[in-house]
């Protein structure tokens, strides 16, 4: 794969202060994107000043929508031709565990949130696709929204219903040229899964069993994860829409022994 097929080409990552968002980020702009990041907290690029910061959360849908006007006018094209909408937030319990503030909450952030984030965009990612010829939007879903996970009730209802936006915003916007695809990573070795960790009675023991529950035998990357981000996205996948792409070191798919 060409390192600079995004070249000519603009990206807006939410999200991208830390993690799958930030090495998502990174790796647009290694391959020619000009790409800015979308987070409720200022992000620290340290020495990187290929990427342009624009503040928002997702949860308010004014500042949603100036935030996407200013990564244009950072970005300095009057369209936007692709969109990785990865911020979300996690919870954990079954049913009885979180209450009706807790699923507002996390359902605002991890569903409406690619709602008001791909609203604001639209317009942007239109005059990208008919001066390009496409434009794409990649959603970040979770292995968790297609398998049955333990003590991840809410959460998990939230990404099943990332996946089944996917599908309905791919069908309603192929006509347009707008490509929607979604990746389905297992548990990351991110920074909001240390915190996870960190919290658990016995951090080394939780950190074993995740490692365990993927084929793999360990966490997936935020790397990894960005990696097939950037492929969903990519010019070189124009024929690519609807699809959800598993990063989850086989956890969905495979029926192993165990080790």
Same mark, same amino acid.
């Not at 290694?30 to 340290?46: E, Q, S, T």
């Not at 031709?81 to 359902?107: I, K, Q, R």
């Not at 496409?134 to 879903?141: D, E, G, H, L, S």
């Not at 023991?205 to 365990?212: K, S, T």
């Given at each position: ?162 996946? $089944?936006?996917? +599908?309905?915003? *791919?069908? @309603?916007? /192929? &006509? %347009?040229?707008?490509?929607? =695809?979604?990746?389905? #990573? ?7 899964? $240390?915190?996870? +960790?960190?919290? *658990?009675? @016995?951090? /080394? &023991? %939780?950190?074993?069993?995740? =490692?365990?529950?993927? #084929? ?13 981000? *950037? ?29």
């Amino acid at each position: 794969m060409a390192n600079d097929e995004f070249a000519g080409r603009t990206a807006l990552v939410t999200g991208g202060a830390s993690g799958i968002g930030l090495a998502t980020a990174r790796l647009l702009a290694a391959r020619g994107a000009r790409v800015a990041v979308l987070d409720r907290v200022k992000p620290d690029f340290g020495d990187d000043d290929a990427l342009r910061p624009v503040l928002a959360d997702v949860t308010d849908d004014e500042a949603v929508r100036a935030a996407v006007g200013a990564a244009a006018e950072a970005l300095g094209t009057g369209g936007l031709d692709v969109l990785v909408n990865n911020a979300g937030t996690g919870a954990a319990g079954t049913v009885e565990d979180n209450d009706d503030a807790e699923w507002h909450l996390v359902y605002d952030v991890n569903v409406v949130g690619i709602v008001r984030t791909t609203r604001a965009a639209l317009p942007l990612l239109r005059a990208a696709a008919a001066r390009h010829g496409q434009a794409a939007v990649v959603n970040t879903c979770s292995v968790a929204g297609i398998a049955g996970l333990p003590r991840r009730a809410l959460y998990s209802a939230t990404k099943g219903a990332v996946y $089944a936006l996917t +599908l309905a915003m *791919a069908a @309603d916007h /192929v &006509a %347009e040229h707008i490509r929607v =695809n979604c990746v389905t #990573p297992g548990t990351a070795d991110t920074p909001w899964v $240390a915190r996870l +960790l960190d919290a *658990a009675p @016995d951090p /080394v &023991a %939780e950190r074993a069993a995740l =490692n365990a529950r993927q #084929p793999m035998g360990r966490l997936v990357t935020a790397e990894e994860v960005a990696a097939a981000i *950037a492929y969903l996205a990519s010019p070189l996948a124009s024929a690519t829409t609807g699809t959800a792409l598993a990063v989850d070191g086989g956890m969905a798919g495979l029926r192993t022994r165990p080790r």
